[in-house]
């Protein structure tokens, strides 16, 4: 499980890391009105990332709680711990998911 999980994410951050390049310069606009429906043609494509990155950012919290609750009905004595290292991890899920919708709709 493990095993398909790392490979899950190096497939991730390869393919976040080679899309960065390919965005990086954009190509001219022979005139203003090209510029506009390019923008327009963008904007769709920006919710529905936007829209992804909001929905996996909620199951993803959902997981880390509902796991956080039955580790703590197990363990009642780990309770604190178990707690403070769900919020850092919801913490960091949030903020990846505001950097995610900033990449998406800031155009």
Do not use: W
């Amino acid at each position: 499980m493990i095993h398909a999980l790392r490979i899950i994410y190096m497939t991730c951050v390869v393919v976040l890391a080679t899309a960065i390049p390919a965005m990086a310069q954009e190509a001219p606009a022979a005139d203003a009105e090209a510029a506009v429906q390019e923008t327009t043609n963008a904007l769709p494509l920006g919710a529905i990332g936007a829209g992804i990155a909001i929905i996996g950012a909620g199951f993803g919290i959902g997981k880390i709680g509902a796991s956080a609750v039955e580790a703590i009905a197990r363990q009642p004595e780990a309770g604190g711990a178990i707690q403070t290292a769900m919020i850092i991890a919801a913490a960091l899920i949030e903020g990846a998911t505001f950097f995610a919708l900033i990449i998406c709709l800031g155009k």
